[in-house]
């Protein structure tokens, strides 16, 4: 019987999704799974997305342009722009999601075998973008213990190579929520200017920070030139996750024609979740975000006054996204999770989280830890954190 490619043997499988089949067992036995393991918001998409969808005039569903439609290229640029970015259409390369975006990055910038660095604890989904690319991932460790802060350049610097193309970082970040400031922006310019690297970012969270933080794109850094790619996507600023709709941005036309020759190749983006995306762009009405982030501030608040008073959590609230990454008192924090589904329940009700050793590209990082997504409502968060308490009790590993 011939054998799977070494890509399909090496693809990680998704620690985020990978307890799926326990938590469908619980299910299957009459227990409500509270999904604190997934960044799937319960917040409503916005009513203008919605009606573009209910209230299309298409008679058929066309192939869209392999780059995206120019009105929803000329809207994002617009959006860009309203935010310091100053970009054009031209600029913007429509994609089927983030994801899409971080793979046709990573696919035109690297060659097998080529070195991407990223701080770790990172999106777990980049470990196996990288695996489809045939890129390595290099990580830098950043620590609760330092606020997970970018570490000194002299740590960066040691994981560069003469294989190394490019820094990757998420800001806000996806698990921690930290927010990177200018000043570390502008650090992995200097960076990235000294050994010639590009430097990307994913800023899907964009407009999801607290407490005073404020996000900064590293294509608003001055003299950063060609050399900055920026990842987006609508999944998480809408509520959107199942409209496929995100993009490349990037002031480099040679990276801009190599991503539209991929794009080419998948054909095009959805055309009418990239009507959808538009609508929301164009027409969502300001106080929709502005509520949105209002509500996730609370439940991060909700979440952290519950974590404080059980024995043994640590957890750094977050300045932005809505992800924590927290250490719990147990001997393994994927057994844990694993038992939550399979063994325990609290009055016919458990949680999902998500093991944090898969957000690591450093062997034995995260065993103790979990993400945990602020994703539900105020009653269902506080519900959640009550179970874990009492499943923290009753855990026979329990350290």
């Keep these: 019987m011939p054998r799977l490619s070494n890509r399909a043997t090496h693809m990680p499988a998704s620690p985020i999704r990978k307890l799926v089949p326990f938590a469908e067992g619980a299910k299957a036995r009459g227990i409500h799974v509270y999904h604190l393991n997934i960044g799937q918001p319960d917040i409503p998409t916005p009513k203008e997305m919605m009606d573009a969808y209910r209230n299309t005039t298409l008679t058929v569903l066309p192939y869209s342009h392999s780059a995206g439609s120019w009105e929803y290229r000329e809207h994002l640029a617009q959006y860009y722009r309203s935010h310091g970015i100053e970009v054009d259409k031209e600029h913007v390369l429509v994609t089927t999601g983030g994801s899409e975006a971080i793979i046709f990055t990573f696919m035109t910038i690297m060659d097998p075998g080529d070195e991407v660095i990223i701080p770790e604890p990172f999106y777990t989904n980049y470990n196996g973008f990288a695996v489809e690319a045939g890129v390595k991932v290099v990580p830098v460790t ?8 970018l570490p000194p350049d002299a740590e960066i610097e040691a994981r560069i190579t003469e294989r190394t193309k490019a ?11 930290y927010v990177y400031t200018k000043e570390e922006l502008e650090r992995l310019q200097r960076l990235a200017e000294k050994h010639d690297l590009f430097l990307l970012a994913d800023e899907v969270y964009r407009e999801f920070v607290y407490d005073g933080a404020q996000h900064h794109s590293i294509l608003s ?21 199942g409209a496929r709709i995100g993009c490349v941005v ?13 794009g080419q190749a ?27 982030v209002n509500e996730y501030r609370a439940r991060r608040d909700v979440v952290f006054e519950a974590l404080e008073k059980i024995p043994g959590v640590e957890g750094l609230k977050p300045r932005g ?12 924090a994927e057994k844990f999770a694993t038992w939550l589904l399979s063994d325990f329940d609290y009055n016919g009700e458990t949680v999902m989280l998500a093991p944090a050793n898969g957000f690591y590209a450093t062997p034995g990082k995260g065993v103790d830890e979990v993400r945990i997504a602020f994703v539900l409502n105020l009653e269902s968060m506080k519900r959640a954190m009550e179970i874990l308490r009492v499943a923290l009790e009753k855990y026979p590993g329990r350290k």
């Design 250 to 262: 990037t002031r480099n036309p040679a990276i801009l024609e190599a991503a539209l020759k991929f």
């Design 266 to 292: 998948r054909l095009s983006p959805p055309t009418l979740d990239m009507i959808a995306a538009d609508a929301a762009l164009v027409n969502t009405p300001p106080k929709y975000l502005q509520e949105v």
């Design 167 to 177: 820094i990757l970082i998420c800001n806000p970040n996806n698990p921690t929520g």
């Design 321 to 332: 996204a809505f992800y924590t990454i927290v250490k719990l008192p147990v001997d393994d």
């Design 221 to 241: 850094l001055p003299g950063i030139g060609e050399r900055a790619v920026v990842m987006d996507s609508i999944s998480k600023r809408f509520s959107a996750c």
């Design 142 to 149: 950043c620590n609760r213990a330092d606020g997970f802060k």
